[in-house]
């Protein structure tokens, strides 16, 4: 297999398990961006089929790891500079609450039970869904709560 080769299929696999990771959502991200758990993930299995397998050569790991490498940091630059690259890869957070009110499409898209939810605010020490303005389940898995304002506070 040429070096070209390995850095085609490094690129492949590396849209094939960020799109992987996307569609399977924030539960399983916890607090880590997409892309940061899957360079993770790859680097650990490429550099352990490198070390104990002879049918992978050295020069295609080393070359496999700095293609990874060089993803991950181009991908960082990007989401730096373009939010609409940061979205692509890192996601958008989804509205659970909003004024009060759970949001029901929102539990969905997410793929959130109320119960979740409700434990969740209460991990915030939330007692009730209408003591929340706004909350909204980040790219990373974690719970965004904007409290609700009393009147006449």
Sequence with gaps: ???LDFVLRSLVLAVALLTLVRVI????VGE?????????ITVGTIAGSTSISPKVPL???????GVWGAFEWLGAFAASRSPFW??????????LVQEGAVRPRGLRHAM???NALRSMLRAH???SVDDVQEAVLE???????????????
Excluded: F, Y
């Design 1 to 3: 297999m040429s070096a």
């Design 25 to 28: 959502g924030k539960r399983l």
């Design 32 to 40: 880590v961006a997409a892309v940061d758990l899957v360079v993770a």
């Design 59 to 65: 020069w295609g790991g080393l070359l496999a790891l």
């Design 86 to 95: 940061e979205s692509l890869t890192s996601g958008r957070g989804t509205t």
């Design 112 to 114: 959130v039970s109320e």
């Design 125 to 127: 020490r939330v007692s």
């Design 139 to 153: 790219p990373s898995g974690k719970l965004g709560i904007v409290p609700r304002t009393k009147p006449g506070a």
